[in-house]
């Protein structure tokens, strides 16, 4: 009996696998519809992104993809909906470096998911930041904001497009620094940061540059520094963090799949995100929005998760003394 057993369990799994590899080898099939989860509101870098990107990869493949925004809570809303969907690549999701990651450590995120549910795909991109302020700002430069909050703390309210995003480390490491205090509002996307500013609800912004640079060249903003450290083209004469001692970096974004998606199934996207991405037309019309594009291997992207990964980990240590374990 338990050798019949043995062999009746043997063949389902042979027949599993076959089947498995039959649905990867047939991936995508022409026609059908792939979901596109951004977890941030229409009209922001990513929703850009995705509506830019989507087109390319239909003509190939001849699917028809549908972007759906799911926003709220740092990209957990989006990870969620992803992980209901069958593991069979036809949802794929956007995914914010340490915004992610942020979900999963932070134990009052409460996510119902862990980085073993995640299998990060490709990079997309990797644009700085820039932090901006009204052109009617009294504050003229970076140093004017960093005196003033060091005056005056919390009396600079300074916005993010998320309450668990980069911005975060990078206040954090400047108030530690320069002895400066914001008071921080964050907000569930980049274009409702942007009405946050614009409005006087805030004073300083970080954003990524393509949200910021119609409000640049309409002369409403101006830019007081730009993240990493390398001067941006389109923002001259702006000083890069690194030149004014800031430690402000950029993760990118790129492209996750659920956990169990078919190995062969994720190499196929990866394969196809590096074709988008090396498209022509494509290149030039991101580059007109001050959006770099940039791809990387699931092995690669999987990397800059791990160094995301460890810095969300030292930020939870310091604010909340404890953090959810990476498994």
């Keep these: 009996m338990k050798l019949r057993q043995f062999f009746k369990c043997f063949g389902m799994l042979t027949i599993s696998l076959a089947t498995g590899h039959a649905i990867a080898a047939d991936f995508p099939e022409k026609g059908k519809r792939i979901n ?7 009209g922001g870098q990513i929703d850009i992104m995705a509506r830019a990107m989507a087109p390319v990869w239909d003509k190939k493949w001849g ?3 549908i972007v759906l925004n799911k926003t709220g809570a740092s990209g957990q809303i989006a ?5 209901r969907q ?4 036809y949802t794929i999701a956007f995914t914010q470096g340490f915004d992610a990651q942020m979900t999963y450590l932070n134990t009052e995120a409460n996510a119902p998911y862990s980085r073993s549910n ?3 795909v490709a990079m997309t991109q990797r644009t700085p930041a820039v932090w901006i302020v009204k052109s009617d700002s009294p504050y003229r430069s970076m140093k004017d904001v960093l005196e003033a909050a060091k005056a ?3 009396k600079i309210n300074f916005g993010s497009p998320s309450s668990r995003g980069p911005a975060v480390i990078y206040a954090e490491n400047i108030q530690n620094k320069f002895g400066a205090k914001f008071n921080h509002i964050p907000f569930n996307d980049g274009p409702s940061m942007m009405n946050g500013l614009m409005g006087g609800h805030i004073d300083l912004g970080m954003i990524n540059a393509t949200t910021a640079l119609p409000f640049f060249n309409s002369g409403k903003i101006r830019v007081v520094m730009i993240s990493g450290d390398k001067p941006f083209k389109f923002f001259p004469d702006v000083p890069t963090a690194n030149s004014l001692g800031v430690d402000a970096s950029s993760f990118g974004t790129g492209l996750t799949l659920a956990a169990g998606t078919a190995p062969a199934i994720v190499s196929k996207w990866s394969a196809m ?5 090396d498209d022509q037309d494509l290149k030039q019309k991101m580059d007109a929005m001050a959006l770099i594009l940039e791809y990387s291997t699931p092995e690669q992207y999987s990397e800059l998760w791990n160094r995301a990964e460890e810095e969300a980990t030292k930020y939870l ?9 990476i498994k």
């Design 79 to 83: 990870l969620s909906e992803l992980l």
């Design 63 to 65: 699917t028809q993809t």
């Design 36 to 42: 596109l989860l951004v977890p941030f509101g229409a």
């Design 317 to 325: 240590m310091k604010v909340n003394g404890k953090v959810r374990p």
């Design 118 to 120: 995640l299998i990060p």
């Design 273 to 277: 995100i590096k074709e988008v991405l």
């Design 86 to 89: 069958p593991n069979d690549g």
């Design 152 to 154: 005056n703390p919390e």
